[in-house]
């Protein structure tokens, strides 16, 4: 096995594999996957699960569903060779550290890649709204920004290094992130134990900058019962479950308008409905809500008061449910030690990164809100996510690509 691989080395390795980075990016938006869609889960998995096999990855296939995940394992080479105990699955979560050993040790511990293989468009999609197409260094298709580009990073900086000495990597890539993670987050937590830290391959911020925290992000729904009854002949008898839930939701606004006192809360009535005619007190009624929390603290503190909410009226019954859940990252050392790694890396290779924290939400706020060191925001850069827009810059895919060889190899 070859020592380190110098950046200049990588640079000249990853241009000279620039046509099979495009061809492979080309097969998988091509292959189209919507959330849920397992057949299509199964396609992509398995061509991911043999790219992978051919690095030197041992993958294992989870099958839900909404899809399959996968969850492949590259031991390290070189001075790397000797996996530490804790590294593997089963193992407590590692506290929250910089990606280094001790000084002049390496590091045996892996750093965990993040991904996924959902995309948010339907089937027919490539023949109607975003078909492939490039423009130059422009490169559109659904998913190629959010987030199928990621993955060709994550396995053309390892096909890279393959024959040069690199520390350990584990890869998780879910097939459901695009519908809030619901079948994956038991396999992300076993992913997590023993790493280093982690790296999402989401889309960066547009000038390129990492994601280094995210707001938590939650879905709720109210929903209330009531009683029916004409609403001339005997309105008395009636419950009405809209005006209890209009009620219902002032209370919302008190909590949030409190939290914010502190932190700032975000809340969206993102949908209200019930009732049947104009002549009928309502029976049901239901609003569902979306909230952004910076901090866990503030999470913490409205979630619990919406889960105590009774009811204004005698005979109303109120219930909340949590529909998604993905909970807060406020940043901290860890991450920032993790980013200026990252950023080094990039400094080695003429490009200069930094990291703040973005409003969106994604895998990484799991990881993140355990204390594992997580930086986000490794895909390339483009625009365009979730809307017919869709794209990447082409050659910010092989600067990215260049920058992990070199991260994985220090």
């Keep these: 096995m070859n020592a380190v691989t110098t950046s200049n080395e990588i640079h000249e390795r990853v241009q000279n594999g620039r046509e099979q980075v495009f061809e492979r990016l080309r097969e998988l938006v091509l292959l189209e996957t919507p959330s849920f869609a397992l057949e299509a889960s199964r396609q992509i998995t398995d061509l991911l699960g043999a790219w992978f096999e051919a690095v030197g990855g041992t993958v294992e296939r989870v099958e839900t569903e909404a899809g399959v995940h996968l969850l492949i394992e590259v031991p390290g080479t070189g001075r790397f060779d000797a996996q530490a105990a804790e590294s593997a699955p089963g ?3 590692a506290a929250a550290s910089a990606v280094s050993g001790a000084p002049g040790e390496a590091d045996l511990r892996p750093l965990l890649l993040i991904g996924h293989s959902d995309t948010v468009w339907p089937f027919g999609t490539l023949q109607g709204d975003v078909p492939w197409a490039v423009d130059g260094d422009v490169v ?8 199928k580009s990621g993955v060709i990073c994550m396995l053309t900086a390892l096909e890279v290094l393959r024959d040069r000495e690199h520390r350990p990597v584990r890869i998780i890539i879910v097939a459901d992130e695009e519908v809030g993670s619901p079948t994956s987050q038991q396999l992300m937590r076993r992913a997590l134990q023993g790493v280093a830290g982690a790296i999402g391959f ?3 911020h547009p000038d390129g900058a990492l994601k280094v925290g995210r707001r938590g992000s939650t879905r709720v729904r109210i929903a209330v019962t009531g009683r029916a009854a004409h609403a001339a002949l005997d309105p008395k008898k009636g419950i009405s479950a809209i005006d209890e839930l209009v009620d219902q939701l002032v209370r919302v606004r008190g909590i949030v308008a409190a939290a914010s006192e502190h932190t700032e809360v975000l809340c969206n009535s993102g949908t209200i409905s019930g009732g049947t005619r104009a002549n009928v007190v309502a029976a049901q009624a239901e609003a569902e809500l979306g909230l952004r929390f ?3 603290e503030s999470e913490r503190t409205v979630l619990d008061a919406l889960q105590h909410l009774t009811p204004v009226r005698e005979g109303a019954v109120v219930d909340v449910e949590v529909l998604s859940h993905r909970p807060a990252w406020l940043a901290g050392d860890a991450d920032a030690a993790l980013c200026d790694r990252v950023a080094r890396a990039g400094a080695a290779m003429g490009v200069e990164i930094s990291g703040r924290p973005a409003a969106g939400a994604g895998d990484t706020n799991l990881v993140g809100s355990l204390g ?35 991260l994985l190899s220090e």
């Design 91 to 93: 193992a407590p979560v």
């Design 140 to 147: 559109r298709g659904p998913g190629v920004y959010d987030m």
């Design 202 to 204: 989401e889309s960066p």
């Design 294 to 296: 910076i901090d866990g």
């Design 372 to 406: 594992v060191p997580t930086v986000d925001g490794f895909g390339p850069l483009g625009g365009g996510a979730h809307a017919v827009s869709e794209h990447i810059v082409l050659p910010t895919l092989y600067q990215r690509i260049e920058m992990l060889a070199v």
